[in-house]
């Protein structure tokens, strides 16, 4: 018998191979198998038996040296899901399988597997008394497939959410629940654990042991009734019983995997699961993306709302604009600093969010700090420096533009590379305030377990901390933890102007998050620091109404054919020849419009500023209205073999435009 195999490369095809006569009663599709590759010994994945190949006259087929696996240990959904996954984001088949049929899933995991008593104990679950929008959500879960719950902080979304993954785990269902980050969701997973109890709680992120791992892994494939709290990769894990999946913060771009393949999108991923399952999913957030919203714009989902915070909950916190800078400092407007001040002396907490690292710049006047922005569209420019050439960019459209620049507010003709990542300022915080309790929460805070971000929880709930400084992954971590009363937003003009087409989207929603978690307490304070108050209708954030600023941002998607109203695709190129870089890009361009201008348009290139002088790289956005050409045109880039001298990346629905 012959058999068909994938193998985690970067081709998207099946090799045909000869099954040995003593192997072919243990043969079933799914199975990983050792196979001769070139001359190595690939593991790869069955995906078709009996096959019968034309082969020319004198060619044998090569034969499967062994198979590894007793018993596929994935379900009925496994082709359907890596199809899906494979179709949508560019990813080839054996990539797919990699990911979904891990060598720690295996049956050596289950024969070692012991059960621990503990998941035998009766569940408890504090009963409490629901709102009417509760119920609702409660019931609208109950007979719908795929939900939303939406609308204001601390306004009973997470209590009804967990209410229902309750009655799947009493009844012997499995529950997944999908968080952005562990560190931020630390207070939501002290939730989970005191209502269900710790021993009910499997973890799964790239922090959990490996012994863990190996026991949260058989306890999923034997399906025994838990719930799984993990990261986007959760999402691929081969559960036997998956009822239901919460998704928090579904907003979030930390739910896009495009750091390594296979690429996915966390919540595209759920939901085909529970379309190919009969599973239910929740999307919940205080401000949903475009995405979730057209969603339930297609009545696709049924969605919830919740208008209104629990009435402890229910307090209104002040919108203050101010300047970005001051007199005492280059990041920090003088009111900001006389508000930090005064709320240290009245023993409060402050929350200041720059949502950029270390000492990263901008170009900016000198006079006036306003930036350098693109003519074309507007967004900030970037500079590009190097022994041949210096010029500004916009990462946005790919608009280059000279280096000599006037300012439109003060008319000042010197502009310079500014610094203010959250590494700067927090030095800038010590100086005024050489005697605060400061912490710094980003990814570089995090590396290892000694580092100050992982204690800033604790320095909050211990009244051990004055000024928490973040990027947005300080936000939910650091409004759970303590009695943070003042935030600050120290700069609105680079969020709203970055070359991201969902930073006005992003923007919107730190600003509403960061608001609604204020509402817990009297008299709190929002500071926005900002070079214009009209860069953004702040009056929709002070009366609450996140809703209207979706609508008028799918208007603006709509009219420059973005997503979620369309298709788009990232080919990103990378070389050590930027001559090289620009021929093969130029190249690439022509042949997208030759043969598929008739569907899709083809912009930029645009240049990327990496840290590397030996690496160049660019990029073209593809956008399309025609999803299923789209997917043809996908699969035709995965099986096109780049040039030696070129590395090329396909990301579809991209999320990172740095």
Known sequence: MNISVSLPIALNKSFDYALPKELENKAALGLRVKVPFGRAVQTGYITALDTKPELPSGVELKSVLSIEDERVLFGKELFPLAHFIEQNYANTLGETLNVLLPAIFNQKLLDSYKPSPEKDLPLFYPAGTYSQEQKEAIKNARQNQINLFYGANLSGKTEAALSLAYNVLNQGG????????????ANLIEVINK????????????????????????????????????????CLLPFKNLCLTLIFHEESKDFKQEDSKPYYHTREVA??????????????????????????????????????????????TQIITVPKTGKKSKLISDELIKLLHDNMLHGGQSLLILNRLGYSGVYACLNCRAYAKCKKCGAVLSRIKNHKEDYLICRKCGAKESIKQICPLCKNEIFRSLGGGTQAATEEIYKIFPQARVYRLDSQTLKTKKDEGHFVEEALKDNQADIIIGTNLALNAGLCGGKINLAALLDADLELNSADFRA?????????????????????KLIVQTSKDDLFDYNILKENKYLEFASNEAMFRKDFHFPPYTKLVKLLFTSKSEKDLNTFGEMAAKA??????????????????????????????????????????????ANTKAPKKLQVKILAEPYNFI
């Open 174 to 185: 499995q529950v997944l629940v999908l968080v952005p980050d562990i560190i931020s969701s």
């Open 195 to 234: 209502k269900f109890g710790a021993h009910h709680i499997l973890m799964w992120h790239s922090k959990v042991s490996l012994s863990k791992r190996k026991t949260a892994a058989a306890e999923i494939i034997l399906g025994k009734p838990c719930i799984v709290v993990g990261t986007r990769s959760a």
């Open 271 to 316: 939901i085909e699961r529970a379309n190919l399952t009969g599973g239910k999913v929740i999307l919940i957030s205080a401000t949903p993306s475009l995405e979730a919203l057209k969603l339930k714009e297609e009545n696709k989902l049924k969605a919830s709302f919740f208008p209104h915070p629990l009435p402890q909950f229910n307090n209104e």
């Open 504 to 524: 006005a989207e992003r923007f919107a929603q730190t600003l509403f998050n960061l608001k609604g978690r204020l509402n817990r307490y009297r008299n709190a």
């Open 592 to 637: 997208v419009r030759e043969s598929y201008g008739a569907f899709m348009r083809i912009e930029g290139p645009v240049k990327c500023g990496i840290h590397s002088n030996e690496l160049y790289q660019q990029y073209y956005l593809i956008k399309s209205t025609d999803g299923e050409m789209l997917k043809g045109f996908l699969r035709t880039l």
